[in-house]
């Protein structure tokens, strides 16, 4: 007897094909979805969705379950990628992966799995849930819970739960994640075993749905470049930089200074940008003052252990 209709996220890779297997081993019925979310250039140069919806049809024909693309590029320009752009421009570098999760994967995705009527939505995330009831006793995977932890993944190497922490109780309660008790030997492994296509395929790094690529000539696309001085902390011009929002805080690689050699002779580091004077400050060494705060401030944080509503 069937579990009741899981709708999984396949993205070619093979994390999100094992985790496919693996819940119709467990008695679900399961539907892929391949998510399309980038259009702008879409190519085979740096973004390969053609080649990763070959991948993800033809691992659901080996594990013999149905999949259907569906397009939210509309819903990631207006709620991830705007939002990726006016952090940058802010001064900040943001990690798109994490709103990506919590506004596509687990928000449009999961509305589009319910209307297709199931029950829960699944992913290849290394991550874990753990469902409890009033009491507190844990609950089995999926069954209805009164809370919902979010858990790490068992491989410390690749858990993904970090890029987890902005999904509510409604969507954790919601979702499966079927190899988080599981290491990335292993899913290869099973993936070769059962003869999946893409047993070996390399996993995929870059931005969330826009690949790997040259990121500041792709980031100068959208962002205004504004060149302005390179100081040190004693306001001494040492060179040009290109636009602050190219450059990190506490970055060390890519400056642009790596010939200037002073004072200690130590490796220079992004420690502060100045918006109003448009000038980025660098310092030398890791323990420099600059770089070392006493004080973190946060906003919108979310509790994903309090008890929450989850109808």
Known sequence: ??????????????????????????????????????????????????????????????????????????????????????????????????????????????????????????TGHYARVRSLADDGRVLPEGAPAARVELLRGVDPGKDQSYFLHRLTQAQLARTLFPIGHLHKREVREIARQIGLPNAAKKDSTGICFIGERPFREFLNRYLPTKPGPIETDDGRTIGEHVGLSFYTLGQRKGIGIGGQREGSGEPWFVARKDLERNALVVVQGHQHPWLLSARLEADSARRIGEMEDLR
């Open 1 to 122: 007897m069937s579990k009741g209709r899981v709708v999984i996220g396949m993205s070619g890779g093979v994390d999100s094909s094992v985790a496919a297997w693996l819940l119709k081993q467990q008695g679900w019925e399961v539907v892929g979805l391949f998510m399309k979310n980038w259009e702008d250039d879409d190519d085979d140069e740096f973004c390969s969705t053609r080649q990763d919806w070959i991948d993800a049809a033809s691992a659901a024909d080996v594990i013999g379950v149905d999949i259907d693309a569906v397009n939210f590029a509309a819903e990631y320009k207006d709620r991830v990628f705007a939002e990726f752009l006016r952090e940058y421009s802010a001064g900040r570098t943001p990690n798109p992966d994490v709103l990506c999760n919590a506004e596509i994967k687990f928000k449009a995705f999961l509305d589009h799995a319910m209307a297709m009527g199931a029950r829960h939505i699944a």
